[in-house]
């Protein structure tokens, strides 16, 4: 193996690619039809809008199965290595957009990390190796 590449599920493409790119610099590569692949440095990230609301009007017991119902977003996560985490910090922590639940912290793992929460609520963890 050699790469992995998120796909986060958002409800609406456009506003969610805004945030990417002003929020946490990624660049836009492509979009097009409700999907998007942004770039920042090495770090690639799709997004996919999950918007079908037809799920809400089934009149029946059929399970709901278009894999792009609006309930999906927000419900993924992912983890970006960087190098500068506490720059990387200081610079986020003023915007807003900073997991409740989260500071900049030591794990025992010998990591340092901090969390992001974006406009459908997927957790994105930025982390940097802590050197033992």
Known sequence: MLQSIPALPVGDIKKS???YCDKLGFTLVHHEDGFAVLMCNEVR????EASDEGWRSRSNDSPV????ES?????ASCRIEV???DELYQHIKPLGILHPNTSLKDQWWDERDFAVIDPDNN???FFQQIKS
């Open 17 to 19: 690619i805004g945030f």
């Open 45 to 48: 990230i799709h997004l996919w």
């Open 65 to 68: 199965c278009t894999g792009a």
């Open 71 to 75: 309930f999906i977003a927000g419900t």
């Open 83 to 85: 190098e500068g985490i």
């Open 123 to 125: 957790l994105i963890s």
